[in-house]
């Protein structure tokens, strides 16, 4: 079983039946905190307070956040260096790119992306299952250069994320424009999906939705 939660913004839940991971946690922005939390493996995409709230998880046996190869059980990580904005780094610094291999599937949290990844990077993410894009623009990529890149690495499944909600307490663009030109669009009255026992026409795009309240 291969199980994905979100949690709003750009923190998710990847898990199976051995081992849980946990991306960007974020701090008080509007969504609600969860209580308890505990993974094995954490990785935070940089160093914004949206997403490496570190003390938010009770637990967790591996961090990462910096590029590199990482192995734990049965489950391969590879962070790919790449830009949170379109100006090389400059404005906003850098951000890691997560390809993680779980279940024999690979699946791309995109973190904060703000430009198209270099050719070298692009050609090391192949067969991508399943992708979390932002598509919410300001801080990130635009709904624009979210459906290029998609159309580049062409995914099976594509997760949008950082998007504005009526929750967030900051800026960003909704996901109307991203929803309207995504084609087999689903929208799931749920946090969490499991992707082996869904049936969907691929390339799918899920919108899961965030918990309102989180016991």
């Known amino acids: 079983m291969l199980k994905i939660k979100w949690f709003g913004h750009s923190m998710w839940k990847i898990s199976n039946d051995i081992v849980d ?9 509007g ?3 969860p209580n308890d939390l505990t993974t094995e493996i954490l990785i935070c995409s940089h160093q914004h307070h949206d997403h490496n709230n570190i003390s938010l998880l009770q637990h967790y046996d591996l961090l990462i956040n910096n590029p590199g190869n990482y ?3 049965d489950i391969t990580i590879v962070t790919y ?3 949170h904005d379109g100006n090389n780094g400059l404005k906003r610094g850098k951000n890691l790119l997560s390809l993680i291999t ?3 599937k690979n699946i791309l ?3 904060d992306l703000g430009a198209i990844p270099s050719k070298n990077t692009l050609a090391s993410l192949k067969d991508i299952y399943a ?6 623009g300001v801080f990130t990529l635009d709904f624009h250069l979210a459906l290029d890149l998609i159309d580049i690495l062409k995914p099976q499944i594509i997760f949008p994320m950082h998007y504005k909600t009526r929750v967030l307490n900051f800026e960003l663009n909704t996901i109307d424009s991203f929803k309207n030109a995504s084609k087999n669009f689903y929208s799931i009255n749920n946090s969490f999906i499991d992707l082996e026992s869904s049936d969907f026409t691929y ?3 899920i919108q899961l939705n965030y918990d309102e309240v989180i016991s």
């Not at 992708?131 to 919410?136: C, D, K, L, T, W």
């Open 21 to 29: 991971i946990v991306i960007d946690p974020f701090d008080n922005i």
């Open 31 to 33: 969504y609600p905190l």
């Open 71 to 73: 192995t734990f059980k």
């Open 81 to 83: 260096e790449s830009d």
């Open 102 to 104: 779980i279940n024999n």
């Open 109 to 111: 949290h995109c973190g």
């Open 131 to 136: 992708i979390m894009i932002p598509i919410g």
């Open 203 to 205: 390339p799918a795009t």
